[in-house]
């Protein structure tokens, strides 16, 4: 009975689209719901680093895409595992059109959209909370929605074992995204650098017993080297990293990639 009970709740999952200066983005959250049905409106909560955040803030608009069972983890990588801010989410994404709000539905690996229009919000200290008018809405596929259990069961890649590190060596890991923290306590107030969830969503992991001593540090027992994904942890196995390599895990490139 270890489980976290905050992952009881059933949230859905969602990418909560907007558009600014003719710009569009979106992210992915779980914290979209219905609060009132007459008038038909909607809340969701988003993080104040985040891009979408702002665009939601400065125009009151936004669409937010009900993610289905049958969305693969580019989608996530995609919109979830990195900001607007520093790229352009929308340049060359083809699976989305249009609403007539003016912000983009997201088409594939979802099942139904919804349009909001801010009538309030509610400064959360970390985050912003938008209730908004449905003003258009409609259906995509005839599909299950994503509960945040089916994504962490089904969706998420497993990260791989934790290798074989010095003794006792303790690393927190992100049960939402697998983001990986080294040190003995994780600070309370810490908060997941790829996803933005809480310490309470990380669970601890002390590392497997001493590298045997004929084995060099960063080589396996079988004499591959590691390379280590500096942003998620993912490790890859072999003496040499294809240049091409892109992070299964968080999507990022070999570059971003170290020797351990
Ligand atoms: C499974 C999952 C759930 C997430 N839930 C939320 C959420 O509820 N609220 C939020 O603000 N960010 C959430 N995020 C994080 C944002 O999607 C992420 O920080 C994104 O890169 C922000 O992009 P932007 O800066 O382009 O808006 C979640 C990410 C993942 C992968």
């Given at each position: ?62 669409t937010v895409s009900i993610i289905s069972e ?71 596929a005839d599909e299950r929605s994503a509960t ?66 004929t084995v060099p540090a960063g080589v396996t ?40």
């Amino acid at each position: 009975m270890g489980a976290n009970p905050m992952h009881k709740l059933s949230y859905g999952l969602f990418v909560v689209t907007s558009e600014e200066y003719e710009k569009d983005n979106g992210c992915i959250t779980n914290t979209v719901g219905q609060v009132t049905s007459s008038p038909n409106r909607i809340s969701v909560t988003v993080n104040k680093d985040n891009l979408t955040h702002d665009f939601i803030r400065d125009t009151g608009r936004f669409t937010v895409s009900i993610i289905s069972e049958s969305a693969d983890f580019e989608l996530f990588r995609h919109f979830g595992f990195r900001s607007g801010r520093e790229c352009d989410k929308f340049d060359g994404f083809t699976d989305c059109r249009r609403a007539e709000n003016g912000t983009m539905i997201v088409t594939k690996g979802t099942n139904a959209y919804l349009c909001g229009s801010v009538c309030q919000s509610y400064d959360l200290g970390t985050h912003t909370m938008f209730i908004a008018d449905v003003t258009e809405s409609g259906m995509i596929a005839d599909e299950r929605s994503a509960t945040y259990e089916y994504y962490l069961s089904n969706i998420k890649p497993k990260p791989k074992a934790v290798g074989e590190t010095p003794d006792g060596q303790t690393i927190w890991r992100c049960t939402i995204c697998g983001y990986e923290y080294v040190g003995e306590e994780l600070p309370e107030d810490f908060i997941c650098p790829l996803c933005k969830h809480p310490a309470s969503d990380f669970e601890k992991i002390v590392k497997g017993t001493a590298v045997p001593e004929t084995v060099p540090a960063g080589v396996t027992p079988e004499g591959k080297t590691v390379w280590r994904c500096t942003v998620c942890g993912y490790e890859y196995e072999g003496d040499e990293l294809p240049e091409d390599f892109v992070c299964p895990l968080c999507g990022v490139p070999a570059s971003e990639f170290e020797k351990v």
